[in-house]
């Protein structure tokens, strides 16, 4: 999926959110950027490998933000089913 599809899509936006919809298997990728910080992104990466879901990394929260088509960066978004 590209960025531009992302805007487009049915998705969930922040770690809180993103992992809420992980643990129901509402998702079929997450997307997580790079920069975040290690100790928030950790559990849902942890979380997304037990639950064999793909897990993709973008290069920067504000990327991430962009292509969500918000004004804020964004450390993770999750593509809904």
Aim: one cysteine or more.
């Amino acid at each position: 999926m590209t960025f531009e599809t992302l805007k487009l899509a049915k998705k969930v936006i922040g770690i809180k959110q993103v992992s809420k919809a992980v643990e129901k298997d509402l998702t079929d990728v997450v997307y997580v950027a790079q920069d975040a910080d290690i100790r928030v992104t950790q559990s849902l990466k942890e979380l997304c490998s037990r639950k064999g879901i793909k897990l993709e990394w973008v290069p920067s929260k504000s990327q991430l933000g962009k292509a969500c088509n918000i004004e804020v960066s964004a450390a993770a978004v999750a593509v809904l089913k």
